[in-house]
């Protein structure tokens, strides 16, 4: 029995049990700064002590990490005034901008997030699929086979490739010309943000790692507001439909109400923010997969059969619909690691989750990592099984659909999830198509960063054309 049994309320109670956590002073010091610096195996340890939901006390406050999933299927029903997104103890304010979506709150939030969801909606997400496999066949035919005599590190090769795609989805051709050095003013922010929380706090000491993502985020304003002025003086947001055009038409010269800092937040926020999820994502996704032969070949023989040697101009959403085999590794590879381990938000009341309560007040960091290793919902939770999505039973996908939820859910879920989905389908199959991928060491490594999570040490691999590739490229 979990300690957590001994906590729960007696049947038919009237009142919520109080969240199970550890009880002694120095545990709740050690934990609290294991969350702080190293959270995976604190949130594995108390995850399975305490069924994946417990509490951290530490006088007048309380930390709620919620992971069950039944508990965080509880916690994203809630209405959103029930939490603060915009707390002290949200780190990406520092740099997405107090006029980020991703850190408003009520009224703000919803004029932020309306106008950027437009530009996101599936029949937009349609045209960028030809984009999406070209630019993986640029990186296949330039950076990958150049790299063909020896090892190299393939994480900061997706992250250049998801920030062309973001880049020029997103805001066009002449910001995705400039992808190189957008992505040298995001690494300091990133750099800063993958630091342990307790050397995230706000301080004014220059020369820091927090110093340089400040200068960063200026040079990186710099760059928009050129852009935007680009536009202006030529005239040329008119008849574009890039989520830059549909910012200006609501912002100060539009008829909108975004002001020209908010507009230039929201950039940041879906450049910065927005893709190093994806890139860490794809990077996951590729470690694993390459790992297993079969998994490997399976992804091919899918992607032979349903992308083979067409045209890139003649790929749509049906051939994206028939990558089942690349869709389940996805989910598989968000199962296991999903972008962020935990998001933190702060209750305005008290709240409940299962049978506990969670006081007003409290720091709740719900946290997809424990719900996807949940072991009631996940067979063999640690073991990377993408057949686990293939088909399940109507209570096997029931449960499923509670558990995973790696963007989040409702309202708050990540403007952006639709994207990375269609992003990590096309750019895993079309490397498995293409690539033969010789990883230089064994087994899974550990995560590293706090915000978001990426395979420590990178993923070293060899990388040597597939039997047959030439044919596909040949086609192209």
């Known amino acids: 029995m979990t300690d957590s049994a001994a906590h729960a309320p007696a049947t038919g109670a009237a009142r919520p049990a109080t969240l199970p956590g550890p009880r002694r002073a120095g545990d709740r010091v050690r934990a609290l700064r294991g969350l702080l610096s190293e959270p995976v195996p604190v949130l594995d340890e108390l995850g399975e002590r305490f069924d994946g939901t417990f509490g951290i006390r530490l006088g007048p406050m309380t930390l709620a990490v919620v992971g069950n999933p039944a508990h965080v299927a509880d916690l994203l029903a809630l209405p959103t005034d029930h939490f603060v997104w915009g707390h002290v103890a949200n780190t990406l304010r520092f740099y997405v901008g107090d006029g980020s979506m991703i850190v408003s709150d009520g009224a703000d939030h919803r004029r932020r997030r309306g106008a950027v969801q437009p530009a996101l909606a599936r029949r937009r997400l349609d045209r960028w699929i030809p984009m999406i496999v070209a630019?993986?066949?640029?990186?296949?035919?330039?950076?990958?086979?150049?790299?063909?005599?020896?090892?190299?590190?393939?994480?900061?090769?997706?992250?250049?490739?998801?920030?062309?795609?973001?880049?020029?989805?997103?805001?066009?051709?002449?910001?995705?010309?400039?992808?190189?050095?957008?992505?040298?003013?995001?690494?300091?922010?990133?750099?800063?943000?993958?630091?342990?929380?307790?050397?995230?706090?706000?301080?004014?000491?220059?020369?820091?790692?927090?110093?340089?993502a400040r200068q960063a985020r200026a040079a990186l304003d710099a760059v928009i507001d050129g852009e935007i002025a680009r536009r202006q003086r030529a005239g040329d947001s008119d008849g574009r439909d890039d989520v830059l055009a549909m910012l200006l038409a609501a912002g100060p010269d539009g008829t909108g109400e975004l002001s020209m800092d908010e507009i230039r937040d929201q950039v940041v926020t879906l450049i910065g923010a927005g893709f190093d999820t994806t890139a860490s994502a794809v990077a996951w996704t590729v470690l694993e997969a390459a790992s297993n032969p079969t998994i490997w070949t399976d992804l091919r023989a899918e992607a032979d059969a349903v992308l083979g040697d067409r045209p890139v101009d003649a790929l749509g959403r049906a051939e994206l619909d028939a990558l089942e085999v690349a869709a389940s590794v996805v989910a598989e590879s968000l199962r296991l690691h999903p972008p962020g381990v935990f998001t933190p938000r702060l209750t305005t009341r008290a709240i409940d989750v299962g049978p506990y309560r969670v006081p007003k007040r409290s720091m709740v960091l719900w946290s997809p990592?424990?719900?996807?290793?949940?072991?009631?919902?996940?067979?063999?939770?640690?073991?990377?099984?993408?057949?686990?999505?293939r088909d399940p039973t109507p209570e096997q996908a029931a449960q499923q659909r509670l558990a995973l939820a790696p963007f989040g859910r409702g309202p708050r879920q990540c403007i952006g999830f639709a994207l990375a989905q269609m992003e990590l389908t096309l750019i895993t199959a079309r490397l498995a198509q293409c690539v033969d991928l010789t990883l230089a060491r064994r087994g899974i490594p550990p995560a590293y960063g706090m915000v978001v999570n990426r395979p420590l040490g990178g993923v070293p691999a060899t990388v040597t054309p597939a039997a047959g590739a030439a044919t596909h490229h040949a086609a192209r």
């Open 135 to 212: 630019e993986t066949d640029a990186v296949i035919d330039g950076e990958l086979a150049a790299a063909a005599a020896g090892p190299v590190d393939l994480f900061p090769i997706g992250r250049r490739l998801v920030l062309r795609i973001v880049t020029q989805a997103l805001f066009g051709p002449e910001l995705a010309g400039r992808t190189d050095e957008l992505d040298a003013l995001i690494e300091p922010a990133k750099t800063y943000l993958e630091q342990p929380g307790l050397r995230q706090l706000p301080h004014p000491v220059p020369g820091t790692r927090r110093a340089r």
């Open 369 to 389: 990592y424990l719900a996807g290793r949940d072991p009631a919902t996940w067979p063999d939770p640690t073991t990377f099984d993408p057949g686990r999505h």
